[in-house]
């Protein structure tokens, strides 16, 4: 009954093999929270219908397997679990150190991030680096870190015209976000700096670096430390 | 399939046609890491394969896509294919869809283009075996995870398959006409209520299904762009980035849908005004660009009908020998 009286958070079936739960219509802790909470719930309990996990911002996507569980089941199963969330002990936060090479021949738009907050480029790689990140969740691609929050100091529009490439590994601000290319791709994000760090490897028994809720410090290295660490490929990472 | 040892045998990729790769049903268990499941197109005409072989439904096949290729068998099998008419021969004899068929080594099968569908399975018994990775064969294109190298087949590429080594007699099985018809011939897609249904007025969601649509050329196994009537949101609300299904009918700002398939984004900040329903997913997998197509609004209930009705169809009381 509580979805009719408070709306959130709110149950609906997204589709017949998949049930959306939203915490709130915001980016907050506190629905990042709730998200957490019931993704570690739903990994405790393993119900066997289930096929995939699609955490965001403030909801949770669960995919099922319709043969194995009817759909109305299904939700009453999620809806029961929603009601426990507040039992559950969140996880610890992991602190993972990510070193950046802030270097303009690896971040071609640093130099704009500054101008275009009319603050010097040490103060971006500054600012930068020495804030902590919550990683939200992962999604859009493999390893895809949503990260918050970007001091205001350093917001900057997106390119008019995405690039073709941008190499794995680039750290980039887009608007009011900032987060990491785990692989080559597209994109339309100002590059400020670039990890040796492979951020997802599908051949690692722990594929992705980052989970969601890890706090993340970008950590400044020079030119020479980049070069060293990405030729040894390094894959292991400090955790503090 | 009692008494057969399996043997490593390969397929010779002599050319690829225009996009042919390893699938199976899909990989699971990793979107919260930002890996969408992938795995065939048209998951039903690869389990029928797989039935007619007696494969598992899961073992991996050759997912050929608008035009199918050459392929050369380095021993002999038994393979089948499946979904779309490509004008298969092996060795210059035609060969039936939806059925067994044995092959000799060094036999040349040659597919060109489609003459119904977008997409053909090309099973083998005993199934495609390259290097699993995260549980499954599938190979995802957009982020060149799995499958052969992560990539889309090439001239030269020799494909590992486990080739069955037994004394029992070779007898074609094939499908049953009648339900070929009942599972393949879709001429609207049926689909449920997406989470954002209510941001779109009654006349917007009249004129979503009244429309027809068309695939456009910017269509793959990530999204099928639709191009066709402009629908409006009511309210141009701020949506927060969520989770996505397979299926998803989202609504760019341009108004023209796009349908979310096998390799997804798992996340994404569109409205969604339908979901397509899982029995009519493969359906999807056989749309070629240019191919016209209309939806309908049906129940959850219903949807779940249909695909208990759908799943009845796939197994082996409708193969018959030849």
Sequence with gaps: ?240 | MEGCLNEISYINVISPGFQTTVQDLGRYGFAHLGVSASGAADPVSLRIGNLLLGNPQNAAALELTLVGGEYQFESGCVFALTGSDFGATLDGQEIPLWSSVKAQAGQILRSGSTRSGARCYLCIGGGINTRRVLGSFSTHVMTSIGGFSGRPLRGGDRVRFLGQVGDAPFRPQRLKKAVIHQLMHRSVIRVTHGPQADLFSDEVTALFTTAVYHVTEETNRMGLRLTGSVLKQERAAEMVTEGVALGAVQIPPSGEPILLFVEHQTTGGYPKIANVVSADIHILGQLRPRDSVRFEFISFERAHELLLRQEAMISTQFLEFV
Excluded at chain 1, 176 to 202: C, E, H, V
Aim: include cysteine.
């Design chain 1, 1 to 240: 009954m509580f979805s009719e009286v408070l709306r959130y958070p709110r149950l609906q079936l997204a589709s017949d093999c998949s049930v959306l739960v939203t915490f709130g219509i915001n980016i907050s802790r506190e629905h990042h929270r709730d998200v957490v909470r019931l993704f570690t719930l739903l990994l405790s309990e393993r119900h066997p219908a289930i096929r995939n996990l699609h955490p965001a911002y403030c909801s949770l996507l669960i995919t099922f397997d319709p043969l194995v569980a009817d759909p109305h089941h299904f939700r009453d199963f999620i809806h029961g679990l929603v009601e426990r969330i507040d039992s559950v002990l969140l996880p610890m936060s992991r602190v993972v150190e990510i070193p950046v090479c802030y270097d303009t021949a690896l971040g071609p738009d640093l130099q704009f991030v500054a101008s275009h907050n009319h603050i010097s480029v040490a103060e971006v790689i500054r600012y930068h680096s020495s804030t902590e990140y919550l990683v939200y969740f992962l999604g859009f691609s493999p390893g895809f870190p949503y990260l918050g929050e970007l001091p205001k100091q350093l917001f900057a529009p997106r390119l008019p015209t995405p690039r073709v490439k941008v190499p794995a590994g680039s750290v980039a601000i887009g608007g009011n976000q900032t987060g990491i290319y785990p692989a080559d791709s597209p994109g339309g994000w100002r590059i400020i700096g670039r990890t040796p760090l492979k951020l997802f490897r599908a051949e690692r028994s722990e594929p992705a670096l980052l989970h969601m809720g890890d706090i993340v410090r970008f950590v400044p290295i020079t030119r020479r430390e980049f070069n060293e660490m990405a030729l040894l490929s390094m894959n292991q990472w400090r955790v503090a």
